[in-house]
């Protein structure tokens, strides 16, 4: 067994927001799925805070109603789960039921404490000060925060700072789910494991890189939080900068955490900026209209608001990123995100320049370009499309296919969903694959002005139909540069 696939020591995770919308599709299935695993040991427990007036066997009975049939698993393991969990009733803004919470933590001193703050991060001050006021945040406590980590850099130092005061940056840990899905660790290991790719991962070879992170969601429970949000903050702050990390960082000496988090913080730090000057022609933002969606009619963005309503949020952004070092010197970074677009997809392409000569003939058919694409979700795997030989006799024709490396057909097993590495890396101690402070404030001090440039400049998100691929400036971003988005090839 690996030290990953090892149990882990006995904890006890309360999960703050215990019955909100990520604890019960995210957060207790990926603990479940641990558990069946045979790496969540008898003695840990996993309890449940929220203000909803339940005790124990129902907040029980309600997971085990969300579980459904989550994982194949025989019925005693599902019951041997469910008697790891507990529940206490509090709200994070007043002091009733903290003591009860205190009292029962109590009990397993040895245990490892984990708080899950499954919340609004409006929230995190008061759960982490009242933590600290009842002595929980001793010994082998760790936080773990969701992102986003405030609404610009001013506000995430405000939590941090307040945050900062009860749990040292040892014991905090800031998540994001992406960096823990197999893609991304196969980056790693694409990069660093191999030598076919390393001597040719620089400016000298690649073309352009793009990310995308495209959903066909609406807005669904999350309106509120997304209204004040937008899909800059959402997503592209803090999933898809520590992406575009992954791919342009350099090699750390080892992959001990600090080393990772050093070389990721030395891109963000290095990311040209994009500011009122340029946002104009480096930015593109979007609202959706009403439009179809899995083959079903579906309203737009204020629609889904409620009647009346007005709002200026962007439901899409696409920019051009460049950094500013040596290896990717003049060497675009094309990132888009959005809701309601016709696919549900994560992915990474990295695309190599053209051959400098082509010894072919215009009858062969077109040269085309190697990528290599790495899909987070679904359908995890690596594509690197090359180009062969059509087979038959008849003369020299060209084609353009894919080696492809399913990961699920390749291993022979579905991947683990990202929280369930993540949470155990939590409770092991392990901070490689979390965000350090420094990080998150220079996240945002290259994001603030992009957001600042948007308000200042007046201009409405362009409007685009709901199930197709953003407003055509988009296309026509990366279109100016003599490219094209990747699904128009495939």
């Known amino acids: 067994m690996t ?50 007036p339940l005790d124990d066997a129902g ?3 309600a997971v085990r109603a969300a579980l459904g049939n989550a994982v194949e698993c025989a019925p005693e393991q599902r019951d041997a789960f469910l008697e ?62 969701e992102k986003p980590i405030g609404r610009d850099l001013a506000s995430a130092n405000r939590i941090n700072d307040d945050v900062g005061r009860v749990f040292a940056e040892s014991q905090t840990y800031r998540i994001d789910h992406y960096l823990g899905k197999e893609t991304v660790q196969n980056l790693l290991a694409l990069r660093f494991g191999n030598a076919l790719f390393e001597p ?44 575009l990390c992954m791919v342009a960082m350099e090699s750390p000496a080892s992959l001990a955490p600090d080393a990772v988090r050093d070389e990721k913080l030395k891109v963000l730090r290095a990311l040209k900026p994009i500011d009122a000057s340029n946002a104009a022609q480096l930015t593109v933002r979007g609202q959706y209209r009403a439009g179809a969606a899995d083959g079903q009619g579906v309203p737009g963005y204020l629609e889904e608001l409620g009647e009346g309503a007005k709002s200026n949020t962007s439901t899409f952004v696409a920019l051009k990123a460049e950094i500013g070092n040596w290896r990717w010197a003049g060497v675009p970074f094309y990132l888009r995100t959005g809701k309601r677009l016709p696919e549900r997809v994560s992915e990474i392409v990295v695309a190599f320049k053209p051959v400098p000569h082509s010894i072919f003939g215009g009858s062969v058919g077109p040269l085309g370009q190697n990528r290599l694409v790495l899909r987070l979700q679904p359908d995890e795997g690596v594509k690197l499309w090359l180009t062969i030989k059509d ?34 890396d939590v409770v092991r101690g392990n901070p490689t694959l979390f965000m350090r402070r420094d990080e998150v404030e220079a996240a945002w001090r290259w994001a603030d002005p992009i957001l ?14 709901a199930g197709s691929w953003g407003p055509s400036a988009a296309v ?15």
């Not at 440039?453 to 685009?464: H, I, K, V």
């Open 84 to 145: 790891l969990l507990d529940y206490r009733a509090l709200d994070a803004r007043k002091d009733e039921g903290w003591d009860g919470l205190a009292t029962l933590l109590g009990e397993r001193p040895d245990n490892i404490r984990v708080f899950y703050l499954s919340t609004s991060p409006e929230l995190y001050v008061d759960i982490c000060q009242r933590l600290g006021r009842h002595a929980l945040n001793q010994g082998a406590a760790r936080v773990v925060l």
């Open 476 to 490: 026509a971003l990366i279109e100016r540069d003599g490219r094209t988005w990747h699904e128009d090839e495939d």
């Open 200 to 243: 040719l991962w620089n400016a000298h070879h690649i073309d352009h890189v793009q990310i995308t992170v495209a959903e066909t969601l609406g807005l669904g429970r999350r309106a509120g939080y997304y209204d004040r949000a937008g899909a800059l903050r959402d997503m592209l702050q803090n999933h898809m900068l520590q992406l």
């Open 391 to 424: 087979p038959g006799p008849g003369g020299l024709r060209l084609r353009h296919v894919p080696l492809d490396m399913s990961f699920a057909e390749a291993f022979g097993v579905q991947q683990p969903d990202a929280y369930e590495r993540l949470i155990l």
């Open 59 to 61: 907040y029980r009975a």
């Open 452 to 465: 600042a440039a948007w308000a200042d400049g007046g201009e409405p998100p362009r409007p685009y139909t």
């Open 3 to 52: 030290p990953a696939s090892l149990p882990v020591d006995p904890f006890d995770l309360v999960i703050f927001g215990g019955t909100g919308d990520l604890a019960v599709r995210k957060l207790l299935p990926a603990l479940f799925h641990r558990f069946v695993a045979g790496q969540i040991r008898t003695g840990s427990r996993i309890i449940g805070a929220a203000r909803e």
